[in-house]
C-alpha cells in the first residue's frame, strides 16, 4: 500500500474484490468438503457391516466358535449416521445402512453368509456410536448380540 492519499482510497475495492471472490469460491469448497465427508463416512459404516458379515461367515465355515468386535458408527464431521441393521434374507444374512439424507443401502457378501439368530426375535439396529458386538456360532445360523 502507498503511504499517499491513493492508497487509502484502494483499500475499500480491495476488500470489495476480496470478499466477492471468497463468496463465489466458499461455497464450492464447503460442499467439496461435505461431498468428502460424505464418502469418507459411508466407506467406514459399509466396512464396518463387511467386518461383521465376515467374521460371521468365518464363523460358519470353521463350524463354530464365537468372536466380538467393535463397530465404529460415529457421525462423520458433516455426514450424521442414521442405522446398520442386521437381518435376515431369505436364508442368508445381510446388511443395511442409512446416513442422514441419503437412501438405505445392502451390504452382502459375494457368498451368501449365514443366517443371524436375534434374542429379541427382530433384527438387531445399531445407532450411532460406538458398539461391541457378539457373534457366535449355532447348528442354525450365527447369533448376533451387540
Not at 28 to 34: I, N
Not at 79 to 108: K, W
Request: charged letters at 25%; aromatic letters at 4%.
Amino acid at each position: 500500500m502507498r503511504p499517499d492519499r491513493l492508497g487509502v482510497e484502494g483499500l475499500p475495492l480491495r476488500l470489495l474484490v476480496t470478499a466477492a471472490v471468497l463468496a463465489l469460491t466458499l461455497p464450492a469448497v464447503v460442499g467439496a468438503l461435505a461431498a468428502h465427508d460424505l464418502r469418507r463416512t459411508e466407506e467406514r459404516v459399509r466396512g464396518e457391516a463387511l467386518r461383521v458379515l465376515g467374521l460371521a461367515a468365518r464363523l460358519d465355515l470353521a463350524g463354530g466358535g464365537r468372536a466380538s468386535l467393535t463397530v465404529d458408527l460415529r457421525d462423520g464431521a458433516v455426514t450424521g449416521m442414521r442405522f446398520l441393521r442386521f437381518a435376515n434374507a431369505g436364508a442368508a444374512g445381510m446388511a443395511a445402512y442409512e446416513l442422514r439424507g441419503q437412501p438405505e443401502r445392502v451390504v452382502a457378501l459375494p457368498d451368501p453368509s449365514p443366517p443371524w439368530r436375534f434374542d429379541s426375535g427382530a433384527d438387531l439396529v445399531l445407532t450411532p456410536g460406538l458398539h461391541e458386538v457378539l457373534l457366535e456360532h449355532q447348528a442354525d445360523g450365527v447369533r448376533i448380540t451387540a
